[in-house]
């Protein structure tokens, strides 16, 4: 079945430092969604990607989607406190319409 | 505006007890889905519906049925409970396919 992988599983950094996760599916994806959770809580949606190599901005956030729609990544510039949390990438399965997430990343922020 | 409702927020269960985690959604959404959170393996999809009176498997759906007689609620249940399924379950709902997931509050279950 389709898996979604996702590395790293833990980031510690400074505050102010950049972060990056990377997420790998096994199989071509219709497209691929961002979510963050904050200790204690629930996913929350951040960001949709369906176009081939495409590049979206949120202010620091910057969400990439491969070529091939099989891979994508999303990068922090200059973290901050707030950014603390578990970034989730999910991938809709073009034949099933599931959506199957990855491992997801934890960031943690020392200020 | 509810978005997605969950209960119980905390659950303790003794081994082979059985128990239905509700969830219930006021958007009108057709799909729902179930998932368990444990650490180090992210979400994993339980149990899906498409639609009132269509569910179908995920990726773990052993031990756990679920079904969907109206839109707005689709209940798990937990048949005989087991220590493996000690864990955090979030139910999740779309309004159509490939659009953002809004996600319940959560439930934290643990079997003793």
């Known amino acids: 079945g389709q898996q979604v992988m996702q590395i790293p599983q833990y980031q510690h950094v400074q505050e102010g430092e950049d972060f990056t996760t990377y997420c790998n599916s096994s199989t071509t994806l219709s497209n691929i969604q961002w979510y963050k959770q904050r200790p204690g809580g629930h996913p929350v949606f951040l960001i949709q990607l369906v176009k081939s190599g495409e590049v979206k901005k949120q202010k620091r956030l910057t969400f990439q989607f491969g070529e091939a729609k099989k891979n994508s990544s999303l990068h922090i510039t200059a973290t901050q406190t707030t950014d603390v949390g578990t970034y989730f990438c999910?991938?809709?399965?073009?034949?099933?319409?599931?959506?199957?997430f990855g491992q997801g990343t934890t960031l943690q922020v020392k200020p | 505006n509810a978005g997605v409702t969950q209960t119980p927020k905390f659950q303790v269960l003794k081994t082979g007890q059985s128990m239905t985690l509700q969830c219930a959604q006021d958007?009108?959404?057709?799909?729902m889905s179930w998932y368990r959170q444990d650490p180090g393996m992210g979400l994993r999809l339980i149990h899906y519906?498409?639609?009132?009176?269509?569910?179908d498997q995920g990726e773990v759906p052993n031990g756990y049925n679920v079904s969907r007689s109206t839109t707005e609620d689709f209940p798990l249940r937990l048949l005989s409970a087991a220590p493996s399924q000690t864990s955090v379950y979030f139910c999740?709902?779309?309004?159509?396919?490939?659009?953002?997931?809004?996600f319940g509050q959560g439930t934290r279950l643990t079997v003793v």
């Open positions: 999740a709902s779309l309004g159509r396919l490939n659009t953002e997931a809004f």
């Open positions: 958007m009108n959404h057709e799909y």
């Open positions: 999910a991938g809709v399965s073009s034949n099933t319409g599931k959506l199957i």
């Open positions: 519906s498409v639609g009132a009176g269509i569910t």
